[in-house]
């Protein structure tokens, strides 16, 4: 029976993706800076040709080429129909004069089917004149110049206009962390473009808003701490620090932006943070594992879930104190309330069951069997539907809140690990790690509005106007 039980957990790892913190993460920068290339949709007179790059790289004021990772197979219509991003690579800080491509194949299609174009034996160089810093990042919009691409029919030689990326406004600015990458992505909600790329320190899980005061406070794992970013100058501007060893995970801000709760995965604690001095002012031994935090909605009390002791800690706030545990099923990972707060949902790592919680009482007041395999949940704080995403399939299905059935579904590309609802554009924000993608879903319409590419290991996804 153990030796069952323990497979079963392995199974679960390697198949489901355990959420602790991961090994091997990708040292930040220090002195070197970063350089991330936006290809544009092309224009519609483009749509007969297609290239594969050999290689992109960047040319600096001395004549030295440096590569950069391209993160594009091929160029067509089909797959740069939207901002996709297509290179990206680490560079010592300076200044830089060009781009050069080393085009490995190009063809059009012309009406006797498709022909193979000449492209150039040699890199071939355009002009751009950018700096890279120490610790920043840098983001290039690429358009493909097709008329001057394919000057006489027969040869392919790229020609890209190369313009800085625009932040977006404050109100309409949504942040993406990456762990792997250790960025936050900078987003328009509304057009769905990336605005700029955030360095951080190494692993940055999850990020809250405080939208009063403009600031994001995004947990640090690979370096025990939380930094802060202004969400004015896309900055981080400061850094707490907590215990070595702590791993926080995940967090969450009061409603009045005074405090910050954290869920310190590699100690089996929590803190709370004051905002305003930017210190700890309490600690917590919780159980083990705690990898997700969420607050009542009166942010008074802090639930956080210890995946590997089947537990939630409940912690008083303004007390200071750890009040007291609710049993669940086998590891919970992750829950909200609904619209009045008297229900928390929980869905777990090794149990197929929804758990509805009384907050009151800290009893389960109901299990509803959702499945195996779930990756996310949101509740819609306008209709109290609660939305259930898998981890593999792609299917998000959306559950009545007094039946507790499925009465309707979404089908995206790739499984689901995060939700969240853009309440001023009505849509779903949908976090397909696999595909590293965040994709936006009309509420109404039930269609995919647009898509974003992310870094290496998305993993968490914060807006101003979060439903």
């Known amino acids: 029976m153990l030796k069952r039980l323990l497979l079963t957990v392995c199974l679960a790892c390697l198949f489901a993706g355990c959420t602790g913190p991961q090994q091997g993460l990708r040292r930040p920068l220090i002195d070197e800076g970063e350089l991330y290339l936006y290809c544009e949709p092309f224009p519609p ?16 004021a001395d004549g030295v080429e440096i590569p950069l990772t391209v993160e594009m197979a091929e160029f067509k219509t089909s797959t740069v129909s939207r901002q996709r991003l297509c290179a990206s690579g680490i560079l010592p800080p300076g200044s830089y004069v060009g781009l050069s491509y080393r085009v490995k194949s190009a063809a059009m299609l012309g009406e006797d089917g498709e022909g ?48 800085f990326a625009m932040a977006p406004l404050p109100g309409l600015t949504g942040y993406l962390t990456n762990r792997a990458s250790n960025t936050v992505t900078v987003f328009d909600k509304r057009s769905a473009r990336v605005g700029g790329v955030i360095e951080t320190g190494r692993g940055p899980s999850g ?74 002012v309490a600690r917590f031994t919780v159980g083990n594992s705690p990898e997700f935090v969420v607050s009542d909605r009166s942010g008074k009390r802090a639930y956080v ?11 008083d706030i303004e007390a200071r104190q750890l009040a007291w545990t609710i049993a669940t099923e086998a590891g919970p990972l992750y829950g909200q309330f609904n619209r009045k707060g008297d229900r928390l949902y929980v869905f777990h790592e090794l149990s197929p069951y929804l758990l509805i919680i009384d907050p009151v009482s800290q009893t389960v007041i109901r299990r509803v069997n959702a499945g195996t395999g779930t990756g996310a949940l949101k509740v819609n704080t306008f209709t109290d539907q609660i939305y259930l995403g898998k981890q593999f399939g792609g299917i998000i299905d959306i559950y009545d809140p007094f039946s507790f059935i499925p009465g309707d579904f979404l089908n995206v590309q790739g499984g689901v690990s995060y939700l969240t609802i853009d309440g001023e554009e009505n ?17 109404i319409g039930k269609k995919e509005q647009a898509v974003l590419d992310t870094g290496e290991e998305p993993y968490w996804v914060a807006i101003f106007g979060e439903r």
């Open 45 to 60: 007179e483009a749509s007969r040709l297609r290239f594969a790059m050999a290689g992109i790289a960047a040319l600096r």
């Open 305 to 315: 879930f210890n995946r590997l002791s089947n537990t939630i800690s409940v912690i």
């Open 207 to 280: 990020i809250v808003l405080d939208q009063v005061r403009r600031r994001a406070y995004v947990a640090i794992s690979g370096e025990d701490a939380v930094d802060v970013i202004d969400v004015a100058e896309h900055a981080v501007i400061a850094r707490i620090r907590l215990n070595p060893g702590d791993a926080p995970h995940s967090l969450v801000i009061t409603p009045d932006g005074k405090f910050i709760v954290t869920a310190n995965t590699g100690s089996n604690t929590a803190s709370i943070l004051d905002a305003l001095s930017q210190m700890e």
């Open 116 to 163: 193979a174009m000449l492209v150039p034996e040699r890199p071939h160089a355009n002009p751009v004149n950018f700096t890279i810093a120490s610790g920043k990042a840098t983001i290039l919009d690429l358009s493909l110049n097709y008329r001057e691409s394919t000057a006489g029919g027969v040869r392919f030689t790229p020609t890209f206009t190369s313009l």
């Open 427 to 443: 849509n779903l924000l949908v976090l397909t790690p696999r595909s590293r993608a965040l994709r936006m879903i009309n509420l």
